[in-house]
């Protein structure tokens, strides 16, 4: 088994298509269909389903793909290291992020990394779920808030502050609640998925957790944040999705007094991957500009 071979198969699974693997690759199509075909022989397993409209990866097939993944990742910061030439950041970079972060935080500065970086490319996912780093094949992902436990090495890149707030007409129409407590009488829309959620607040210099329930859940919080300013609900969300509405008059804040400490926007990545240099260089940039962004 090839090495090449290798990259061909991944670049054919994040194609769905050896017509589209082989342009990404500058290769003929043919060339690509063989190599993988290859593959297949010298592995003794069937990777891929192919069909005239596009290509499915059976279940030795993604397993493959997600060892390959993190192989070709392995080698690409080997070959970094060991070459003075290629010691800048350069190669593929795959990260998830927020929906709403990215937009607001990430997008620019992605485009300000890679005109400093002429080497290096990024695969961006842009989503609320919350990732499997490693099964999923990324090099990166930002994460908000508390961390579950995990093996991922995390970095602290900047604090951010929790809102509590409702629009002008739901105060009048509910009132505000004066302590956490009330909460429970309250429409609250909820950012987040599964199960219970509760919101923290220090109460009598103890953190307490509120459960809350409400008309709305969702795993974006744009989207919880426009039904707060329709008047559906309390809500509590990052400043940095709610500071326009909040400035604007279109929400007003509740429970100043009862928030917690500020919450931490991290960037996690696998183990494996702690001696990438592009992994590294981005990760500082992200830390110094977003530090310098929320400080003024």
């Not at 290798?6 to 670049?11: G, S």
């Not at 739901?170 to 302590?179: F, Q």
């Not at 809500?235 to 500071?243: G, K, N, S």
């Amino acid at each position: 088994m090839q090495l090449e071979d290798m990259r061909i198969f991944v670049a054919t699974v994040d194609a769905r298509n050896f017509t589209a693997a082989a342009s990404r690759l500058s290769l003929s199509k043919q060339f690509v269909s063989r190599r993988v075909m290859a593959l297949e022989e010298a592995l003794g397993v069937q990777l891929l389903i192919r069909n005239t409209r596009k290509l499915a990866v059976t279940e030795l097939g993604q397993e493959f793909y997600e060892r390959a993944r993190r192989i070709l990742g392995e080698v690409e910061d080997a070959e970094q290291a060991m070459s003075l030439r290629r010691a800048g950041p350069r190669g593929l970079l795959r990260v998830s992020a927020p929906m709403s972060f990215g937009m607001m935080h990430l997008s620019p500065l992605v485009a300000m990394f890679l005109r400093e970086n002429g080497d290096v490319r990024f695969d961006m996912e842009l989503s609320d779920r919350t990732v499997d780093v490693v099964g999923e094949g990324f090099d990166m992902a930002i994460r908000i808030g508390v961390l579950p436990d995990s093996t991922l090495v995390a970095q602290k890149l900047v604090d951010v502050r929790m809102v509590a707030c409702c629009s002008p007409g739901y105060a009048r129409r509910r009132g505000k609640p004066a302590v956490p407590a009330e909460l429970e009488r309250h429409s609250c829309l909820l950012y987040g998925h599964g199960g219970a959620i509760s919101w923290d607040f220090v109460v009598d210099g103890v953190m307490k957790g509120v459960e809350v329930h409400g008309p709305l859940r969702a795993n974006n919080g744009d989207l919880i944040r426009d039904a707060a300013v329709a008047g559906l609900g309390i809500v509590r969300l990052p400043d940095f999705i709610v500071a326009d509405a909040l400035g604007s008059g279109q929400l007003v804040p509740v429970l100043e007094d009862f928030l917690p400490d500020a919450t931490s926007v991290y960037a996690v990545y696998p183990q494996h991957r702690q001696s990438s240099v592009t992994i590294r260089a981005f990760v500082e940039f992200l830390r110094t500009q977003l530090r310098k962004k929320f400080s003024g």
